[in-house]
């Protein structure tokens, strides 16, 4: 005799909407949207990684802003993280090429089949990706120093949000990354079960803790490093090798490192 509750075709169908989506499900969604990056020519992902990188700094921006209009209290990064989750919004509901999401999108291809050819398409993507992220955040870094785009006062509050920044050290610049690269590889593979509200909510929650946290992602710290780069605050060799290729590192080995291939190790049986 079965078990089942005896439902209507209206009940059948909340059910089949609310019944959990298996991981391999989720595995195999992220799977062909990498195949599909994979292939994409380079225009088209430069000119997404440039928008990008430009989409990004209004991270730093809403973030300064905030910090432009808060007293130096304890829970006032508590308030002024909240503009971080800004440019995040921007890129991933814009569908633009964020280098931090492509390590993972990308590698669960290589991952199912680890062939030369596959390496050097993924290392192709990462290479054109950075790029242009790098390219676009030093674009609003420099319109922002230069163009004399904003109130005085609410570049004040950006440049000690960059300074802050920068006071990291190599070491702690890889180290906070490696938490970062982890909690955007995670949006990514949720980000597929999710409405358009649930997708909103958890983006913002999940950079709000990357921004609390005070870890280093490294585009949107880039646009920071950019600025004082371009003030002359800070050496350019300083902010590629002492801030810009640590939080590289450390987000890569956090996003593709650890989650990529957790994520793949509990599903490789079922795909």
């Not at 062909?32 to 990056?37: A, C, K, L, M, P």
């Not at 992902?45 to 300064?64: E, N």
């Not at 004399?148 to 890889?174: C, K, M, N, Q, W």
Request: aromatic residues 10%.
């Amino acid at each position: 005799m079965s078990e089942e509750a005896d439902l209507n075709r209206d009940e059948e169908q909340q059910v089949d909407e609310y019944e959990k989506v298996h991981s391999s499900v989720i595995f195999e969604a992220i799977r062909r949207e990498g195949e599909h990056e994979l292939s994409r020519p380079f225009s088209a992902l430069w000119w997404s990684g440039v928008a990008a990188g430009l989409a990004i700094s209004t991270s730093v921006l809403s973030k300064g802003f905030l910090a432009s209009i808060l007293p130096p209290a304890n829970w006032a990064t508590g308030i002024s993280n909240l503009g971080y989750t800004v440019g995040f919004l921007i890129v991933i509901l814009g569908r633009m090429q964020l280098f931090t999401e492509n390590t993972i999108t990308p590698i669960l291809p290589l991952f199912i089949a680890p062939t030369w050819h596959k390496f050097n398409k993924t290392v192709r993507l990462w290479g054109i990706v950075f790029a242009a992220n790098m390219v676009g955040c030093a674009a609003a870094a420099l319109m922002l120093v230069f163009g004399h785009i904003l109130p005085d006062i609410r570049l004040e509050g950006i440049l000690s949000v960059s300074r802050h920044y920068a006071e990291a050290t190599p070491l702690e610049h890889f180290t906070w990354g490696i938490p970062a690269g982890f909690l955007i590889a995670a949006l990514v593979w949720i980000l597929p079960r999710m409405e358009s509200a649930g997708e909103v909510m958890m983006i913002v929650v999940v950079t709000y803790i990357i921004g609390l946290g005070g870890m280093s992602h490294v585009v949107a710290g880039s646009t920071e490093l950019f600025i004082l780069v371009a003030r002359g605050e800070l050496g350019i060799g300083v902010a590629v090798f002492g801030g810009i290729l640590p939080a590289f590192a450390g987000n890569v080995l956090g996003g593709t490192g650890i989650f990529a291939a957790l994520t793949y190790a509990q599903v490789r049986e079922e795909v």
